[in-house]
């Protein structure tokens, strides 16, 4: 787990004046277990995925109630090929990041490109785990969006 990706996003934030508040929980595991750590709405959860199209990694975020559609990911993308990034490959670029613990921002927290799916857009607050399992960040949705600077498309479904 990295203390490292959370001090990166906190510097982030301070930059950007936004408006966050910081949650240490026990470890969790599931997007239901994060919620309920968080006391806050699934559907305020974001599920940052590092995918893998066309040879280059993106990072996609579904809303932590949703699943990522991946036809539909690939369309936005204009990819033809599209994977999950291996646990082996998620580890070596975000340096040393499990699957669960990967916040949802691209540069300069990490060097993918960010895709944030509209469902996301549509909640006041977005929870994320803050590159570990054991610590969140939660924030207006509207100070995450100007902080991150996404691309917004249609790619989740239920």
Same mark, same amino acid.
């Given at each position: 787990?990295?203390?490292?990706?959370? /001090?990166?996003?906190?510097?982030?934030?301070?930059?950007?004046?936004?408006? /966050?508040?910081?949650?240490?929980? $026990?470890? @969790?595991? @599931?997007?239901?277990?994060?919620? #309920?750590a968080?006391?806050?709405?699934?559907?305020?959860?974001?599920?940052?995925?590092?995918?893998?199209?066309?040879?280059?990694?993106?990072?996609?975020?579904? &809303?932590?109630?949703?699943?990522?559609?991946?036809?539909?990911?690939? &369309?936005?993308?204009?990819?033809?090929?599209l994977r *999950?990034?291996?646990?082996?490959?998620?580890?070596?670029? !975000?340096?040393?990041?499990? $699957?669960?613990?990967?916040?949802? *921002?691209?540069?300069p927290?990490?060097?993918?490109?960010?895709?944030?799916?509209?469902?996301? !857009?549509?909640?006041?607050? #977005?929870?994320?785990?803050?590159?570990?399992? !054991?610590?969140? #960040?939660?924030?207006?949705? !509207?100070? /995450?969006?100007?902080?991150?600077?996404? #691309?917004?498309?249609? *790619?989740? @479904?239920?």
């Amino acid at each position: 787990m990295s203390e490292a990706v959370f /001090y990166r996003i906190r510097a982030l934030l301070e930059q950007c004046d936004s408006s /966050y508040r910081v949650v240490d929980h $026990p470890e @969790t595991f @599931t997007s239901v277990q994060s919620a #309920i750590a968080r006391n806050e709405p699934l559907q305020n959860g974001g599920k940052a995925l590092l995918m893998k199209a066309d040879g280059a990694f993106v990072l996609a975020v579904v &809303r932590a109630d949703q699943k990522l559609d991946s036809r539909k990911l690939q &369309r936005a993308l204009g990819s033809r090929k599209l994977r *999950f990034a291996s646990r082996e490959e998620l580890a070596a670029l !975000t340096g040393g990041l499990v $699957p669960g613990a990967v916040p949802p *921002f691209g540069l300069p927290v990490f060097e993918f490109s960010l895709y944030v799916d509209e469902q996301v !857009t549509r909640n006041d607050r #977005i929870a994320f785990n803050a590159g570990m399992l !054991t610590r969140s #960040i939660v924030m207006p949705l !509207t100070d /995450y969006l100007r902080a991150a600077n996404p #691309i917004v498309a249609d *790619f989740s @479904t239920v």
